[in-house]
């Protein structure tokens, strides 16, 4: 039996369709995407921790969900984590059907298993237009036909983190203990801050032979022996990472000069600690098609993002300069220092599942370290 659903923005816009998923009630920041393939790896993004995330590309689900199994490396398979992140999901059409030659299961069955749920049937070409012109701002989605029995599937401390920026998402998403991956040869050890890391960035070190010591969000790394530091990505306004930056500012501050590589969130911690400032973009940047272009040159490149808060490239220090700039609207993409072996990405040169145009910022970066 199909269930009516609505999502109520806070400005009292509503939108009608029908429950997929879990039939429960959440509150969350809405955010859309654009990108036209991958949900399994954004629905596993870190990233998206606390977010609704609207799916602009029409149909979802179609080639269904692959393997959500742990491989040999103690990463994921196919996705970006070990679960779902995002708190709902809203599609235009969700196809019950599904066809692929890797697909273990439908997206329906995969949010149920996860207490995740979705809407579809929303006029998604409206709600979008209307978060560009409005920026981001909460809503809560939420079943109007629930079954007897699905009464307590709706829990207040679920539909109670609507108010987003005040969270910790970092502290909620980055590991709890160190974890350690050593590829069979490795040369170079690099201490990866996780922030709420994907894992496509690990496999990317990985293949490069470097062993990866995966640490918490608010670990203090410096008292570790390494050759290298990656922050990584992660949701949320980077103020919360206090500790984090400190930390790093005290690695930068170190008369052992080693290089130092940021994606995404990890491109606003670094700037932060050299003493740069950050601000919250109008409805962020969360797609694959992103065009950036190398500073100082022409070079430019197509990428996958998704951040909602960027670097105010202004309040750099003398020091550093801008790496990358947003080709749309100007915003910064990346920076470095200009002496020193440091440098970030806004954007996700891992880019899982694509484009692949930036991943030679690992072999970069391996070079550093080299």
Not at 137 to 162: K, N, W, Y
Request: glycine fraction near 8%.
């Amino acid at each position: 039996m199909k269930r009516q659903a609505k999502l109520v923005l806070d400005d009292g816009t509503e939108f009608y369709g029908w429950s997929v998923g879990a039939a429960k009630d959440v509150r969350g920041e809405v955010v859309f995407n654009t990108a036209m393939t991958g949900y399994p790896e954004s629905l596993t993004d870190p990233s998206y921790a606390g977010q609704i995330l609207v799916a602009t590309y029409p149909l979802i689900g179609n080639y269904g969900v692959p393997d959500t199994g742990i491989g040999s490396d103690f990463l994921p398979l196919f996705m970006e984590s070990e679960r779902i992140h995002i708190k709902a999901l809203v599609m235009a059409d969700y196809s019950e059907s599904y066809s692929h030659w890797n697909a273990k299961e439908s997206l329906d069955t995969w949010l149920k298993r996860e207490g995740i749920p979705a809407i579809t049937g929303v006029d998604t070409r409206r709600l979008t237009l209307l978060l560009r012109e409005h920026g981001v701002m909460a809503g809560r989605l939420s079943v109007i036909d629930r079954l007897p029995m699905e009464a307590d599937d709706c829990h207040a401390d679920e539909v109670g983190d609507g108010d987003y920026e005040s969270v910790n998402w970092v502290e909620r998403v980055s590991c709890k203990e160190v974890i350690t991956y050593k590829p069979e040869g490795a040369m170079k050890k690099v201490v990866l801050v996780d922030c709420g890391v994907k894992a496509n960035i690990i496999r990317c070190l990985l293949r490069r032979n470097i062993e990866v010591v995966r640490v918490p969000w608010d670990y203090d790394f410096n008292r570790l022996d390494f050759d290298g530091l990656f922050l990584a990505n992660g949701p949320g306004n980077p103020d919360h990472c206090v500790k984090t930056i400190a930390h790093i500012r005290t690695f930068l501050e170190s008369d052992n000069v080693r290089p130092c590589m940021g994606i995404c969130l990890g491109n606003q911690l670094l700037a932060k600690a050299a003493g740069a400032q950050t601000y919250k973009l109008k409805y962020g940047h969360r797609s694959h098609n992103q065009p950036v272009r190398r500073s100082g040159t022409t070079q430019c490149f197509i990428t996958s993002q998704n951040h909602g808060y960027a670097v105010a490239t202004e309040t750099l220090p003398a020091d550093w300069e801008p790496l990358f700039v947003n080709m749309n609207d100007g915003s910064n993409e990346g920076i470095r220092h200009k002496t020193r072996p440091w440098l970030s990405a806004q954007f996700h040169p891992e880019a899982c599942p694509g484009p692949l145009d930036t991943e030679f910022l690992f072999d970069e970066y391996l070079k550093l370290l080299k």
